[in-house]
């Protein structure tokens, strides 16, 4: 059994990442390819648990204890959900992964980033590749306020935390360029799909 290809999407509120995932896991379901779609924090039983205290509640955590429960959701995720799946040799196409910790928690939070790359290396597993998609902020504020319904914990923090964010996504994207895809997702919705699956099959081959 090969086992499957791990993909995930990253980037701010608004970027498209959840759009972007059901075109992506239908194309490559229409290509032959089994694909699960999955996300973060959430994707098993016990992650989803541990979302509702991160995204919900007036909990104000440590910057360390935040990420320590990101994390905790992240391998409760991994062992139930992406693991078996890439086993079974399904692709696993996931909304954020461990560089919105990086980028949420360590640039927009100020948790220290090196203990956060610790980590990221005690985890086990990396995704094969990952799709960056970059919009500017009046770009992304005008589709959530658009798409309407009520803000979350992260969602609700000022716009100086999510410049601070976005800026850490293209760092990230341009330190790992053998990993990571830097996308310009302010086009429409084609556009941007049509980016990702030139980035998939450049990287995987067709
Ligand atoms: N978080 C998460 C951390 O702080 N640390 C972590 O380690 C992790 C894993 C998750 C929150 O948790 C934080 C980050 C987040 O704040 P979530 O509900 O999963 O919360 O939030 P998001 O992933 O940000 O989901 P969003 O729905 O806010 O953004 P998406 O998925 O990027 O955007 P999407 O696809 O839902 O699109 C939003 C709207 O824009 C439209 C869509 O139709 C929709 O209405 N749209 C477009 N419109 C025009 N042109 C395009 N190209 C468009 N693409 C989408």
Redesign the pocket.
């Known amino acids: 059994m090969t086992r499957g290809r791990f993909i995930t999407?990253e980037?701010?509120?608004?970027?498209?990442?959840?759009?972007?995932?059901?075109l992506l896991a239908d194309a490559l379901t229409a290509h032959g390819v089994g694909a699960l779609r999955t996300?973060?924090?959430?994707g098993s039983p016990g992650a989803e648990v541990l979302?509702g205290l991160?995204?919900g509640g007036s909990i104000d955590w440590s910057p360390r204890a935040?990420?320590l429960l990101?994390?905790a959701?992240?391998a409760e995720h991994v062992a139930e959900t992406v693991d078996p799946a890439l086993a079974a040799g399904t692709w696993v196409i996931c909304?954020?992964?461990?560089?919105?910790?990086?980028?949420?928690?360590g640039y927009?939070?100020g948790a220290d980033r090196s203990f956060i790359a610790s980590l990221i290396g005690l985890l086990g597993i990396a995704p094969d590749l990952t799709l960056v998609?970059d919009?500017p902020e009046s770009?992304?504020a005008e589709?959530?306020r658009?798409?309407g319904g009520d803000a979350?914990?992260?969602?609700r923090l000022d716009s100086a935390f999510h410049a601070r964010?976005r800026q850490g996504f293209r760092d990230i994207a341009l330190s790992e360029p053998d990993r990571c895809v830097l996308l310009d997702?302010?086009?429409?919705?084609q556009?941007?799909h049509t980016a990702i699956m030139t980035a998939v099959w450049t990287r995987f081959g067709q």
């Open positions: 999407l980037g701010g509120e608004g970027a498209g990442k959840t759009t972007q995932s059901v996300r973060e924090p959430g979302r991160l995204l935040e990420t990101h994390f959701a992240r909304d954020r992964f461990f560089d919105s910790t990086l980028a949420y928690q927009g939070q998609l919009v770009v992304a589709r959530m658009k798409r979350d914990r992260y969602e964010v997702a302010s086009a429409d919705i556009a941007v």
